[in-house]
C-alpha cells in the first residue's frame, strides 16, 4: 500500500503554459523544472510531446536533465501520441506516460463522435499500448465532472486492468461544486474498489474560483494526488494553484489529515520565477504568494502583529520562502553574494550563464546605486536566458527625438549576422516611431497585441521591463527586454519578440519576409 500522502503533481509546463498569451522555450522551460524538483513536487508534467516538435524537444531535454521528480508526457489516445510520448520521457530517472480521453456525453458526441463502447475500446488499447512503454501510466477521464458515474466505474476499473497505476478524476471546466464534488469522487472510489497500490488523482479548472476548495475536498474523499500549477496558471481562469493547495494542508492538519511532501520554502521563489518567465503577473492580494500576502496597513492589524504575529497570520512568511529582510546589492557586492542572490530567486544557470549574467549586474550597478531582486531578474531573463534562433537581429544603437504634439522621430541600428543595417521612422510617440522603424528594417509588420511596461522595484532609480507581445498569421510570439531607459526596453522586447517570430516560423519550415508584411 502507497505511503500516505498527498503527491503533487505540476502541471505548469503543460497545463500552465496553454494560458493565452504564455509561450515559453525551452531554456525557459529547464528553468522552471529545475526549480520544480529543489521544490520537490512528485510529478512535473513536462508537456505534450506530440503536440509540436518544440514540445518534444523540452520533454526529452527535461527528461535527461532533471532527476528527483516522475517526468511525466501527455498523450491521447491515439498510438502516434502515446509513441511520441515514450519517445520523450524514455531517458527519465522515473517516466511516466499520461494519456486521457473525454468521457462526459457532450464530449463523446460532439467532440469525439464516438460510442461509450467505442470510448472504453479506445482505453483499452492506449492504456496496454502505454503500459508496454512504461510501468508508470496514469488514465485521465477528460471532463469527469460531467460525465455518468456508471460509465466512469467502468472506464477506470478497465484502465486498471490495463495496467494504469494512477486515475485522474478531472473537472476540466470547472464545473463542479466542492461538496458535491467531494461526493462524486467517492462515488468513483466506492464503485471501482481499486487495489490498494492505485493512486487516485484530480485536476481542477477555476472557471468557478472553485479549483482548490474542489480540490481539497477531493483529498478528504481520498484522493493523493493534485494536479495544479504555480500561481494557478492554465486554460481559461487557470488550475488549481499548487502554493494555495500545499499551504491548506499544512495549515489545516485538523481537517485534511494528509499532507505534501514539498519543500515549502521555496514556494515564493518559484512564484517569483514562473511568473517572471510567463510575463503573467501575480497579483498583490494572491493567497500565498502576493506582495501583499503578508502586508499589513490597518493599525489594529498592525498592533496585533505587534503583539503576537498569530493574531494576524496563520503561517509565517518563512514557511513559504517570503522574504523577511532584503539582501541589498550594489557595485561593492562580490560574485559570491551576487550568485547566491540568484540561486535564491530560483535560478539554475550554467558557468557561462553565471559569467554572463555577473558581468550585466556589475554594468548596471555602474548605472545605479541598488540594484533590487527585480532588476537581477530581469536581467537574467531578458539577456542571459534568451534563447538565440537561427536569424538574431541585435540592438546596436538608437535615438529619438520628441517634436511637439506628441509626434516623434526614432533612428534604429540593428546587427544581422555579421552586418549592421540603420533606418529611421516617425511615429506617434518615440516607442510608436521606434517600431516603425524597426519593422522597416526587418521586412515583417507583425501585429502588436499587448504592450506592457512596469519598474522592476518601486525606486526611482528602478529598471522598466517592457512585455510584448507580435503577431504574425498564426504566428504569436512573446518578447522582453529590460533597461534603466524604458524606451531602451520598449525597443529590445519588439527585437526579442521579432526573433522568436523568425524562430517558431523557422521550426514551422517557414520563411518570413517582406511579403509577409501587412
Same mark, same amino acid.
Given at each position: 500500500m502507497p505511503e500516505d500522502w498527498v503527491r503533487i503533481f505540476d502541471t505548469t509546463l503543460r497545463d500552465g503554459e496553454q494560458s493565452a498569451g504564455v509561450n515559453l522555450n525551452t531554456a525557459e522551460k529547464i528553468q522552471i523544472a529545475h526549480q520544480l524538483a529543489k521544490l520537490r513536487v512528485d510529478i512535473i508534467e513536462a508537456g505534450f510531446p506530440a503536440a509540436s516538435p518544440g514540445d518534444m524537444e523540452a520533454v526529452s531535454t527535461i527528461a535527461r536533465e532533471v532527476r528527483g521528480p516522475v517526468i511525466a508526457g501527455l498523450a491521447r489516445t491515439r498510438p502516434a501520441d502515446i509513441e511520441a510520448a515514450a519517445e520523450a520521457v524514455r531517458h527519465a530517472e522515473k517516466p511516466r506516460i499520461h494519456t486521457f480521453i473525454a468521457t462526459s456525453p457532450i464530449h463523446m458526441e460532439h467532440k469525439l463522435k464516438m460510442t461509450p463502447d467505442q470510448v472504453l475500446e479506445e482505453v483499452r488499447r492506449a492504456v496496454t499500448q502505454a503500459r508496454s512503454f512504461v510501468d508508470d501510466v496514469e488514465f485521465s477521464?477528460?471532463?469527469?465532472?460531467r460525465s455518468e458515474i456508471d460509465f466512469l466505474v467502468k472506464v477506470y476499473s478497465l484502465a486498471i486492468e490495463c495496467g494504469a497505476t494512477t486515475l485522474n478524476i478531472p473537472d476540466t471546466v470547472g464545473y463542479a461544486a466542492p461538496d458535491e464534488f467531494g461526493r462524486f469522487v467517492k462515488a468513483i472510489l466506492d464503485g471501482v474498489k481499486a487495489p490498494p497500490?492505485?493512486?487516485?488523482?484530480?485536476h481542477c479548472h477555476n472557471d468557478l474560483g472553485l479549483a482548490v476548495a474542489n480540490s481539497l475536498e477531493a483529498v478528504r474523499a481520498?484522493?493523493?494526488?493534485?494536479e495544479c500549477t504555480v500561481n494557478g496558471l492554465g486554460e481559461r481562469a487557470g488550475n488549481a494553484s499548487m502554493e494555495e493547495i500545499v499551504m491548506a494542508l499544512r495549515t489545516r492538519p485538523d481537517r485534511y489529515g494528509v499532507a505534501s511532501r514539498l519543500e515549502t520554502s521555496r514556494l515564493y521563489s518559484t &512564484?517569483?520565477?514562473? &511568473?517572471?518567465?510567463?510575463?503573467?503577473?501575480?497579483?498583490p492580494n494572491k493567497a500565498i504568494v502576493g506582495e501583499n500576502a503578508f502586508a499589513h496597513e490597518a493599525g489594529i492589524h498592525q498592533h496585533g502583529i505587534l503583539c503576537n504575529?498569530?493574531?494576524?497570520e496563520i503561517m509565517k512568511p518563512e514557511d513559504v520562502g517570503a522574504p523577511g529582510t532584503a539582501l541589498v546589492l550594489g557595485k561593492h557586492s562580490g560574485r559570491h553574494a551576487f550568485l547566491k542572490r540568484l540561486e535564491a530567486l530560483g535560478f539554475e544557470l550554467d558557468d557561462d550563464q553565471k559569467e554572463k549574467a555577473f558581468r550585466l549586474f556589475k554594468d548596471l550597478c555602474d548605472r545605479k546605486?541598488?540594484? &533590487? +531582486?527585480? +532588476?537581477?531578474?530581469?536581467?537574467?531573463v531578458d539577456e542571459v536566458l534568451a534563447v538565440v534562433p537561427e536569424r538574431r537581429f541585435e540592438l546596436k544603437e538608437y535615438s529619438v527625438q520628441v517634436a511637439g504634439r506628441g509626434r516623434a522621430s526614432a533612428s534604429i541600428t540593428l546587427r544581422d549576422g555579421t552586418s549592421e543595417v540603420t533606418d529611421a521612422a516617425a511615429g506617434n510617440g518615440p516607442v510608436d516611431a521606434a517600431y516603425s522603424a524597426i519593422r522597416r528594417l526587418v521586412g515583417?509588420?507583425?501585429?502588436?497585441t499587448s504592450y506592457r511596461i512596469q519598474a522592476t522595484s518601486e525606486r526611482s532609480d528602478a529598471m522598466g521591463e517592457a512585455v510584448i507581445t507580435l503577431r504574425l498569421g498564426d504566428l504569436k510570439a512573446q518578447g522582453r527586454g529590460a533597461s534603466t531607459d524604458v524606451i531602451e526596453a520598449s525597443i529590445k522586447?519588439?527585437?526579442?519578440?521579432?526573433?522568436r517570430l523568425y524562430a517558431l516560423a523557422a521550426a514551422k519550415g517557414e520563411v518570413l519576409n517582406g511579403e509577409n508584411a501587412g
Open positions: 477521464a477528460e471532463d469527469a465532472s497500490e492505485i493512486i487516485w488523482s484530480v481520498g484522493v493523493r494526488q493534485v &512564484s517569483k520565477l514562473v &511568473s517572471r518567465l510567463t510575463g503573467v503577473l501575480v497579483p504575529r498569530a493574531t494576524y546605486k541598488t540594484v &533590487s +531582486d527585480g +532588476d537581477i531578474e530581469a536581467l537574467v515583417i509588420s507583425p501585429e502588436l522586447a519588439y527585437v526579442s519578440a521579432v526573433n
